[in-house]
């Protein structure tokens, strides 16, 4: 996670006030960055028989699966991402004005209630195979049709979800290119594919390389979509561990193998981008639209549609039909409870991470200082890792703290006391908080950059302490991203479930293990009423994104 290299401010007022910042920074980031800490340090545990025996039978399985599933998901991610980048971006055609936004809308829906969609639909006795044998007048095993549950089938899911990541990165790339950048290579005898591949794309090749990150990095995270589909990756393997087998250590260390796998996945990802400040993006007037007709244009318009209707209509409008028709059982009695759950961890864990991000942000602002660096570097390390990996690197350390609390004020008390911090949502959030944290810190940090340092200057000279000029001056010109960034980690915090199926205490329930448990018993039908309200609530953040560029577009069109 980058931080702020921009010069911080030098006055000796400032200066002063920034050390107890900086403590309290360091003192908040060491909780958050815990589980990272835990995960390393499992590799350096002794080998246990149980891992030997997992390294002798099934770990090549969980790293190849892995490993095939990101490339899976990261070929059709690119395919989908960009091509749909390059034709909204360049060309004109039927329907390309809403289609460049409802490209966006994949993004809403989390790929394991997608997943579980397509595996009802697609099923050997789904209502998709069901219609076709009675079409054809065949019985089951009379043909072939390709199976939904496998490698490929959970590749094609989560690529339809997540290819939003590099369309929005691609296309805002190609959009910022120089129309004279394509003018000179039309000049020069090049066609429009080779304007494309020998021009735009090497342009774009760092957006392309950090949406494909970031998509490769949910792929690595994704619980729901690989279990339901039965491939076993290193997140099935590690739950299965987990609570299967009861091996902890055993675990940890599987979570320790997919962390060096995420840090490699980070390192290539920066060393992709270096070239990035050096890109020939210009200022000048970009490329006018090309206008398509007739076949041309209807072509470009379907394969616009298709991601569409795969990502977002088609199993959106499946679960809407079947909350209709059936629903949960438990809707108008005791669903509100799954309701309130989510709402209540996610609104604490959003705004724990706003607070902390504007913490960390304000206290870099302050001083620059490398173990202030170091630790705003590891509590925002954290988004790059499954939220399956935090939860079981917090659950040891914190069972052990708990336990040793709980016989403090046992003794203190003279009564007995239950665990405090793994008994309670404490551990569900400080996992939420890891997880998501950097989501709230980046709107945070992009917004402070904008504040000249003068304006602290200014403050402080009439008499302002440092948390002074962050309630009077700060604040109120931050708050639109900070509430951006509230926003975003609220909704995020209401999909994650591997995190909440691992740490949520006895008998709480949220929206997103309601839509798993039942999903996991083949009752899609009454889990449709959650995942409908899931991605109802992921729309919020996908309208945001749309306000934000459009917001950016119409800057840069007034700017030029």
């Known amino acids: 996670m980058a931080v702020d290299s921009r010069p911080t401010l030098t006055t000796s007022a400032a200066a002063s006030g920034s050390v107890a910042w900086t403590v309290m920074a360091i003192l908040v980031a060491i909780p958050v960055a815990l589980p990272l800490l835990v995960v390393v340090a499992a590799l350096l545990f002794p080998t246990t028989a149980v891992w030997s025996h ?79 044998r009675s079409l054809a007048g065949v019985q089951l095993g009379d043909y072939y049709f390709p199976a939904v549950r496998s490698l490929g089938g959970a590749g094609l899911v989560i690529a339809l979800v997540l290819y939003p990541y590099v369309y929005l990165l691609a296309k805002t790339s190609f959009q910022s290119q ?8 039309r000049v020069l005898g090049m066609g429009r594919s080779q304007v494309f591949w020998r021009v735009a794309v090497p342009v774009a090749r760092p957006a392309i390389i950090g949406g494909l990150a970031l998509v490769m990095m949910e792929t690595i995270a994704d619980y729901g979509v690989a279990e339901h589909f039965g491939v076993p990756t290193f997140t099935t393997g590690i739950f299965r561990t987990w609570y299967a087998m009861g091996e902890h250590d055993a675990a940890l260390k599987l979570a320790g193998c997919l962390f060096l796998l995420v840090a490699v996945l980070v390192v290539l990802e920066q060393s992709a981008r270096r070239g990035e400040r050096f890109n020939p993006l210009s200022r000048n007037v970009a490329a006018e639209k090309i206008p398509l007709g007739g076949v041309a244009g209807l072509l470009a318009a379907g394969l616009c549609l298709l991601p569409v209707l795969g990502g977002f209509i088609v199993p959106v409008g499946t679960l809407l039909w079947y909350a209709v028709a059936q629903g949960d059982p438990l809707l108008g009695h005791g669903f509100y409870v799954y309701g309130l759950n989510s709402i209540s961890v996610a609104v604490v864990a959003a705004g724990v991470c706003a607070a902390v991000a504007l913490l960390l942000n304000y206290a870099a602002r302050l001083r620059r200082d490398r173990w202030l660096n170091l630790g705003v570097r590891l509590a925002t390390l954290g988004y790059a890792l499954p939220g399956m990996v935090l939860a079981v690197g917090v659950l040891l350390p914190l069972t052990y703290i708990d336990r040793a609390l709980a016989q403090y004020l046992t003794e203190s008390l003279g009564r007995p006391v239950g665990l405090l911090l793994t008994g309670s949502i404490f551990a569900l959030v400080l996992v939420y908080v890891a997880r998501f944290l950097t989501v709230a810190f980046n709107s945070t940090q992009t917004a402070m950059h904008q504040l000249h340092p003068q304006l602290d200057a200014v403050a402080r000279t009439l008499g302002n302490s440092p948390a002074g000029v962050l309630r009077r001056v700060h604040l109120p010109l931050l708050r639109p991203a900070v509430l951006s960034g509230l926003l975003l980690v609220f909704i995020d915090v209401m999909k994650e479930l591997p995190a909440t199926l691992i740490l949520r205490p006895f008998n709480f329930e949220t929206l997103a293990t309601r839509v798993y448990r039942l999903a996991s018993d083949e009752r899609l039908s009454e889990a449709s009423t959650a995942a409908v309200i899931i991605v109802a609530l992921g729309l919020l953040p996908t309208i945001w994104l749309l306000f934000l560029e459009q917001k950016n577009a119409r800057t840069s069109h007034s700017d030029r």
Do not use: C, K
């Open 54 to 132: 997992l390294m002798q039978t099934v770990l090549l399985t969980y790293t190849v699966n892995t490993l095939s599933l990101m490339l899976i998901v990261a070929l059709l991610a690119a395919s989908i991402g960009v091509g749909a980048a390059w034709l909204t971006a360049h060309y004109r055609f039927p329907g390309s004005g809403w289609l460049g936004v409802a490209l966006i809308l994949p993004l809403a829906a989390p790929a394991y209630v997608v997943g579980y969609v397509y595996a009802d639909l697609f099923d050997a006795t789904g209502p998709v195979q069901g219609m076709l």
């Open 178 to 185: 120089a129309g004279a950048l394509y003018e000179s290579a």
